[in-house]
């Protein structure tokens, strides 16, 4: 397998950039609509804790995966696919990465407008409170939320659409 992407296929790193952010959002997105349903304890604590260190992870791997993107261009699509799909399928794709950025962005300026001190693995964060900003950025935090979930469910649902109508297997792609 190829490190790199080629004119066909996806190459190891940007598979691995993939299938590692899917799996840490499938932990990520359950866990904060459980965690935000908890009185305050322990596993409250421990669980909001391992929620921001997935949430930073999401939010380096996500800025790593761009500035890889930008050096290591995408495959090119099959050359039977119409330009509708074409432009579909790039703007999904754009607005995946936006959408991760804002649910991450807005979770990190949540925690630091409430007076908490963020640690970004390499350094640490802790800005003078402000509630009010704390409370926006929350909300946005899950509106990007929905609009992510919205986001995930089209493009899965693209790849079982090119599979049953157009029976072409665009996930080996990504495999
Ligand atoms: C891809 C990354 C992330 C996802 C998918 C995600 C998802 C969620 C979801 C679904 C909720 C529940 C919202 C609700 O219904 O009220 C939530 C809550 C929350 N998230 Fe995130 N989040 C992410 C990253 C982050 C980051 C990076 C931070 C902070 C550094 C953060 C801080 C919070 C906080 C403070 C809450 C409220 C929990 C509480 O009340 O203690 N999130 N998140
Ligand atoms: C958390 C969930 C997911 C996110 C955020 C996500 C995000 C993305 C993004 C941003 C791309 C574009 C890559 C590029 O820059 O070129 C992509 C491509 C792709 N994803 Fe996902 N993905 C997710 C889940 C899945 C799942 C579950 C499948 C399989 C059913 C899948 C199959 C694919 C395939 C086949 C491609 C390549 C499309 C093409 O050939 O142009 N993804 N994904």
Redesign the pocket.
Do not use: E, P, S
């Given at each position: 397998m190829r490190l790199n992407n080629s004119i066909n296929e996806y190459g190891l790193v940007a598979k691995l950039f993939h299938w590692l952010t899917f799996i840490?959002?499938l932990i990520?997105?359950p866990?904060?609509?459980y965690?935000?349903r908890l009185d305050f304890s322990d596993l409250?604590i421990t669980l909001?804790e391992i929620?921001?260190i997935?949430?930073?992870l999401?939010?380096y791997l996500t800025l790593f995966r761009l500035i890889y993107k930008f050096f290591n261009k995408s495959p090119r699509f099959s050359p039977e696919i119409f330009i509708g799909q074409k432009f579909i399928s790039k703007i999904n794709h754009f607005a995946l990465y936006i959408t991760?950025l804002t649910?991450?962005i807005s979770?990190?300026f949540?925690?630091l407008y409430?007076g908490e001190k963020?640690d970004f693995f390499l350094f640490k964060i802790r800005i003078d409170d402000n509630f009010d900003l704390a409370d926006k950025f929350?909300e946005i935090?899950?509106l990007s939320?929905y609009t992510?979930i919205a986001l995930i469910s089209l493009h899965i649902f693209a790849v079982i659409f090119h599979k049953l109508f157009f029976k072409e297997n665009i996930l080996k792609r990504m495999t």
């Open positions: 840490i959002l990520q997105i866990l904060g609509f965690l935000v409250r909001d929620h921001v997935g949430g930073i999401v939010f991760i649910v991450t979770g990190i949540k925690k409430n963020l929350y935090h899950i939320n992510l």
